[in-house]
């Protein structure tokens, strides 16, 4: 007799389950590049987790199912983790955009009231229903892209009831789509126009105040590393004090020069050090040495229109934990596109379709702390998967500019579909 399950999945021309490493913890070095595929593949779910993956041959003589799906001329693929986003804001900056393009810089956009502290007028002048609106449009399109969970940061209200109302719209937004949201405090994203003369008072606010205030509603605790912004002695204690509190440690770091950033994340057990344009010798080591998860994001230095990427390739030969995410957000890469992403990745960092999908999924998820349930399809875990018309698994980064997911399920819930 055979097993009832809620649902099965067949007939998939290709699937990749990343079952041949690993069910929890990252992946490095030749790893990384290890991606079985299964042809005819199947997927059985039952109550929103893995039951059993395989052939559709062999699942079927096991298992039924009220109404197997065909997922026929499909690749599937575990649903991607982007570890990365800026996903709560109010105003888009496409005319800041149009102003790069035309050759400004940084200081003339500043000027004519752009930048970051343009998204922070606009966010705390926003009314929280309207933000929990945008945030959760944009939390359904992370889904559309076959994007199941995300890490989300704040950022954009840079004082304490702004922070919080991020926070919280976060929550809301990740409540109302299914989407998992990991969230992160990133209230030492700039220094707030009322502190720009006395930038140690807002730290001294942010370390005696806000991140007490803003733990119960967030997992991590961010800092944007750099000499114009917060230096390493003031991220220090931003982030020694958010690890007594019980945070997990995420750090901008090395994106606009090598102030040794990296290095203190390394030193500090970050979870992860992300940017790294400008990673130094000695931090490439020591990312490697260690558990911190190096967070690429291509797509920036592209919408920027930089020259230079971060040593990817250099980083996964030297067996660093590596994560591709999208870095999305409204002025520097204003893409949920983690497909795209693994295009720039081909392109500048040599990645194989593997090194790719295994550094959005597993890795990604791993340096959440979301490893024992998602980034994987081992049975136990929840069944995230997305299905792409793809020519086949190798399509991943060969195809761009388009959105080729077709199908995206979340704890076993068909969540996206595309007519056909």
Known sequence: MKESVDTLFVGISELVTLQEGPERGGVRGAELDQAEVVRDGAIAVREGRIVATGTTEALMKVYEAPKPRDLRGLVVLPGFVDAHTHPVFGETREGEFHLRCRGADYVEIAKQGGGILSSVRSLRAISEERLLG?????????????????????????????????????????????????????????????????????????????????????????????????????????FQKADSLGYRIRAHVDELSPLGGTELAVELGAASADHLLYLSEEGLERLAASETTA????????????????????????RALVALATDFNPGSCYTQSLPMIATLACLHFAFSPAECLNAMTRNAAYSLGLDAERGTLHPGKAADFAAFDLPSFAGLGYRFGDNSCVLTVKDGAIVHEVSP
């Not at 009831?161 to 990133?186: C, D, H, I, N, Y």
């Not at 961010?222 to 931003?238: K, M, N, T, Y």
């Not at 967070?295 to 996964?316: E, I």
């Open 295 to 318: 967070v690429l994001l291509p797509g920036t230095s592209f919408f920027l229109g930089k020259d230079r990427y971060a040593p990817g390739r250099r980083l996964a030969d030297a």
């Open 134 to 238: 945008l945030v959760e449009k944009r939390l359904r399109g992370f889904l559309a892209l076959g994007t199941t969970s995300i890490e989300g940061k704040s950022g954009y209200g840079l004082s304490l009831e702004s922070e919080l109302k991020s926070l919280r719209a976060l929550q809301k937004a990740s409540l109302e789509t299914g989407l998992t949201v990991s969230p992160t405090f990133l209230g030492a994203h700039e220094v707030p126009p009322e502190f720009r003369e006395d930038p140690d008072a807002y730290v001294d606010l942010l370390c005696e105040e806000m991140l007490e205030a803003a733990r119960p509603l967030a997992d991590s605790c961010d800092a944007f590393i750099e000499s114009h912004v917060f230096g390493l002695d003031q991220g220090r204690r931003i």
